[in-house]
């Protein structure tokens, strides 16, 4: 694994993602970013953020909008998306170990993890509905 020189840039940018949840874009996050470092280009944010998915550090989510959203939580977990607003939650369920068997079972090869995003109109789109 090759040695990466500490990056102040890099680190603002893994703090700023850690402190969220709503899964931002490279865009959202270069405007976080540029409080604290005004110089920074978009192009460091996106090369960045890519470095820290290849280093397993970050997720990269593509869900389906043609924009890249990004994970701090790199544990197994699933992803609701409300198709309305475009919001990408967490949701707090168990992974399904039947789902990877079953693909198994489809599969020559080997299975050894999947994404799952389920998609919807969240309860805040729902309410704005009924107003």
């Given amino acids: 694994m090759k ?4 990056s102040r840039q890099r680190e603002s940018i893994k703090a700023c993602l850690m402190g969220r949840k709503d899964h931002p874009t490279a ?3 270069y405007t976080s970013i540029r409080e604290q470092f005004p110089n920074i280009s978009l192009g460091t944010v996106y090369r ?3 470095l820290l998915v290849e280093l397993g550090e970050i997720r ?3 869900c389906g909008d043609g924009t890249d959203h990004f994970d701090y939580d790199t544990s197994p977990h699933y992803h609701y998306v409300c198709k309305k607003c475009g919001k990408i939650l967490d949701l707090d369920m168990e992974i399904s170990g039947s789902l990877e068997a079953a693909a198994r079972e ?3 090869g080997t299975v050894e993890e999947h994404t799952v995003f389920f998609y919807g109109t969240c309860c805040n789109c729902l309410q704005e509905e009924s107003h």
Avoid: F, H, P
């Avoid at 040695?3 to 500490?6: A, D, F, M, P, V």
């Fill in 27 to 29: 865009d959202a996050l």
């Fill in 106 to 108: 489809c599969q020559k």
């Fill in 48 to 50: 960045n953020l890519n």
């Fill in 3 to 6: 040695t990466l020189k500490y």
């Fill in 60 to 62: 990269k989510l593509s």
